[in-house]
Structure formats: structure tokens, C-alpha cells
């Protein structure tokens, strides 16, 4: 105890393998003074809480090279080892704040097959869960941390991550694999990535990866819980309440001059931004990708222009784009990347817009499948009729409110118009449109033009008498 009162004085906290009573933190010590921990194993561990020190991995060992320079390549099907997620299987990632002595630092568990088990050009479910613990971590940082993991595995080369929460799309490369990349090693660059990066407000990281399909299966339902609470946190916010957006440009390793630009009514296309996360974002890393927007110079609020986000979005497209509507999707709309959620497009026959969700796989009326349309929309061009959103646009009150709004809804992709059932009947109401919802076709009622405007007519759709679109 004398020793220990020494090393206090001079301003080292103890921690001691013998019985000895804690002392908090004091006028010597920022954080505990005198700390038991009789366990010889989970010494370090109780050091790195207490301290807390911050960890960082020079260099992650890991059988590829890894760097930034890989961060847009791609793994074509004919290179591929295996994939998770898009199409394939069902696949998520999920990032929480977890009480420290709940979790390991550096503990990586798989639960499933690893890829050595799959064969050739074969895929797996996945899950990716990261419990990330230290004394400023917070929940409002959990999904700024788990949108980071996109840009952490692209580094790696011969692999590639798209997408995010429960859309993710990974491909490991048959290159990779034969080097020797294994699951463990998506779960050690997490955890590497987390500590080197936001060493500030993480101490300490374990990663499960599931392949186990009844694990992914039950576990991406707790994960959707956790997003749903997400989105609602914004709810009730507007656009006018605020004095700043926010900019996200993470997806511009993809898409170079694309630029997020995210209000309380409109979050970024992949869904997975909304505006409190862009603000928490630049809390954390306030010269990172999330940057705040000022809202000066108004130009013209119908169609959502201010003169502070034009001059903003020149500079950080990289002088490509100098105008951009927030509100509108006929008259410089916002660019899309890559991983927006669904694609809202124009349909000029019926003078309304449609609404494809990135899981529908069949025909629109409009003659072409999400994929077709994603090849045109994405890249980082504004491309005035189309745009990537993230799928609670849809429902909000400035989605397309340049052009008239939710009112011009005519078709809906099901397994979307289902999900937002309750939200499009309430903002239906709010216009003035009580019996929207059902006036709304999907794929059931028509997949080509003349179909749909047949079912419009009879529904006496309220898209036909707003003024023309074109
Ligand atoms: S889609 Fe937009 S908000 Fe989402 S990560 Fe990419 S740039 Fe950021």
C-alpha cells in the first residue's frame, strides 16, 4: 500500500493483484488511483480500461497488402474466392457500445464455416457484430463508427465491401484467399482500424463473425430493431431548425465528385447517415468526411438551394457539380454513389415518380430492373429524373417537395411500399390524400407503362392532375 501510495502520488493509477480497496479518482489521478484486479489474465486488459490507453497497430498483419490504394477496387465475379450478402445471402454488420468488462479487447470469434469450407465461387450468410467499449464511447457514435467498416475492409486488396447495416455485399478474391485471408482477419482490420482511427473514444474492440445461417438469421433481426430505433431519432426535426446540414463524402473512393448532403429531413442515400450522425461524426473527426454545411444564401427554398451548399459541393466534388437542389429530382438534384438503398425515377407517361428498392429484383414500368438503373444513376453525376435515396426519404416531408411530393408517388416496389406502409398512409393523410397508399401500384398491379396508367386512371390517381412533370 506504501508503494502504491507512492506511485499515486506521482500520478500513476495502480492496479493491484492483491485484495486492496479501490480508490476513485482524485486530485492525483484522472480516472481510478487503486484498482484490484487479482486475475493475472485480465490484467492488461484493467490497465488499458483504466488508464485508457490508447492502442494503435502500426501495421496490421494480415496475409495482403492493405492500404488506401485499394479501396475502389472491385472482385469480379471471375476473380472471386466467396461472397456474403447482396443477392447471395443474407448478410449484416452491426457496431454497439458495449460496458468494458463485457468484452476482450482484440478477441475475434468466428460461429460458422470459415471460406476454406465453401466452395470455389460459392457464398455464405454473414454477420459482422462489433462491440466497441472506452470511457467517451457513446451510442450516438455507434453508427459512425460501424459506416467506417466500408472503407476498413476495402483497403484490404482482393477484397470488397458495398453497402451497409443489413445490405452489405462482401467478395473476398480468389488471390486473397490463396494468400492465406481468412474471416479472422475482417474482424483483426476492424478492431486495428478502430483503435488506430478513433483511439480517442474506443479502448478497447471484439468482433463475432457469424456464418452460422440460423445465427445470421436470428441475430439480423435484433440488428433491424437497432437501425429502426436509429432512423427514429430524428423524427420531428426539420430543415428550417437547423442553421448547418451536414456533407458526407466517404463514398467518394467509388464515386469521386459524389457528396452527401444530409438534413434533418433528408438523410444521406445509403441510409445509414442521418443528421445527428453527421453532426456526432464531426464531433469525433472534425476534419473527416462529415462536414458542416451552412446554410447561407438562400436561393430559392421551394426547390432547396442555398448559395453556403453550392459553394460547398463545388469544392468538394472536386469542382464537377456548382449547383445543387435539395428538393427536387427534375432540376440538379443531388448526385448518387453507389449504395443507395432505392432509386427514384420519373415516369412520364403517368406524370408521377416510382420508387425501386435495391432487393427488388424484377421489371419496372419503366422497362428496366434496379440494377439497370443503379448503372445509370450512380458514379457521382447529377442525373436529373433519377436519384439514389435511402429509403426513409420516401415518406419525408421534403422528398421531391420541388415537384409536388409524396402525391406523385405512382408506383412502389412491394417488398418497399410494405415496409412503409404506415408512414406513407400518415404523410399521405397530411397532405390531404388519406387513401394514398392504396391508389400506389407495385409489381402485383403492372410492370410496364400502359398497365400502370390503366390502374392510375381507375384509381383517379391525384400524380394525373398535378401539372405536367416534363
Ligand atoms: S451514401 Fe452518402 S451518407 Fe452514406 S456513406 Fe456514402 S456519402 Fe456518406
Not at 94 to 108: F, H, M, N, T, Y
Amino acid at each position: 500500500m506504501a508503494a502504491a501510495a507512492g506511485a499515486i502520488s506521482l500520478g500513476f493509477p495502480v492496479i493491484a493483484d492483491t485484495e486492496v480497496p479501490e480508490i476513485p479518482a482524485s486530485r492525483f489521478c484522472l480516472h481510478e488511483a487503486l484498482v484490484p484486479e487479482p486475475k493475472h489474465d485480465r490484467i492488461v486488459e484493467r490497465v488499458i480500461e483504466v488508464r485508457p490507453i490508447t492502442i494503435k497497430l502500426k501495421e496490421i498483419p494480415l496475409p495482403v497488402p492493405y492500404s488506401g490504394a485499394f479501396e475502389g477496387e472491385r472482385v469480379r465475379k471471375e476473380n472471386m474466392r466467396v461472397q456474403f450478402g447482396g443477392k447471395y445471402s443474407r448478410a449484416f454488420e452491426l457496431l454497439v457500445a458495449a460496458p468494458a468488462d463485457r468484452i476482450r479487447d482484440g478477441k475475434v470469434e468466428l460461429i460458422g464455416d470459415d471460406i476454406d469450407r465453401v466452395p470455389d465461387g460459392g457464398s455464405l450468410p454473414l454477420g459482422i457484430l462489433i462491440e466497441a467499449a472506452g470511457r467517451k464511447m457513446a451510442k450516438d457514435f455507434e453508427p459512425i463508427l460501424e459506416r467506417q467498416v466500408h472503407s476498413f475492409i476495402n483497403w484490404a486488396m482482393g477484397v470488397m465491401h458495398m453497402g451497409q447495416r443489413d445490405m452489405i455485399w462482401v467478395r473476398i478474391g480468389r488471390e486473397a484467399f490463396e494468400k492465406g485471408f481468412r474471416l479472422r482477419h475482417l474482424g483483426e482490420i476492424i478492431a486495428a482500424r478502430l483503435h488506430n482511427d478513433f483511439g480517442a473514444i474506443v479502448n478497447k474492440v471484439q468482433v463475432t463473425i457469424f456464418t452460422d445461417a440460423d445465427e445470421v438469421a436470428s441475430r439480423i433481426g435484433e440488428a433491424e430493431k437497432i437501425y429502426r430505433e436509429r432512423d427514429l431519432r430524428v423524427a420531428g426535426m426539420t430543415d428550417e431548425s437547423v442553421d448547418e446540414f451536414y456533407s458526407c463524402t466517404l463514398c467518394q473512393s467509388f464515386a469521386p465528385s459524389h457528396v452527401c448532403i444530409i438534413s434533418p429531413e433528408r438523410l444521406g442515400l445509403c441510409g445509414a447517415y442521418n443528421w445527428l450522425d453527421g453532426k456526432a461524426a464531426h464531433e469525433i473527426s472534425p476534419a473527416g468526411a462529415n462536414q458542416p454545411v451552412p446554410k447561407t444564401g438562400l436561393v430559392d427554398p421551394a426547390l432547396g438551394q442555398w448559395r453556403g451548399i453550392n459553394e460547398f459541393v463545388f469544392e468538394s466534388s472536386h469542382r464537377a457539380l456548382s449547383k445543387l437542389n435539395l428538393y427536387s429530382i427534375m432540376r440538379d438534384p443531388m448526385t448518387s454513389c453507389g449504395c443507395f438503398e432505392a432509386i427514384v425515377a420519373i415516369v412520364p407517361e403517368a406524370n408521377g415518380v416510382m420508387v425501386v428498392s435495391r432487393e427488388y429484383p424484377g421489371q419496372t414500368p419503366l422497362g428496366m430492373d434496379f440494377i439497370t438503373m443503379a448503372g445509370m444513376v450512380g458514379g457521382g453525376v447529377q442525373t436529373p429524373g433519377f436519384m439514389g435515396i435511402g429509403r426513409l426519404y420516401v415518406t419525408s416531408p421534403k422528398f421531391i417537395s420541388a415537384e409536388g411530393g409524396i402525391k406523385r408517388l405512382v408506383w412502389v416496389s412491394g417488398d418497399l411500399k410494405r415496409a412503409l406502409k404506415d408512414r406513407i398512409e400518415e404523410r399521405a393523410r397530411k397532405v390531404g390524400e388519406a387513401d394514398l397508399f392504396d391508389k400506389i401500384a407495385d409489381e402485383e398491379t403492372a410492370v410496364d407503362s400502359a398497365g400502370l396508367l390503366e390502374f392510375l386512371q381507375k384509381a383517379d390517381h391525384p400524380a394525373l392532375k398535378m401539372d405536367p412533370l416534363l
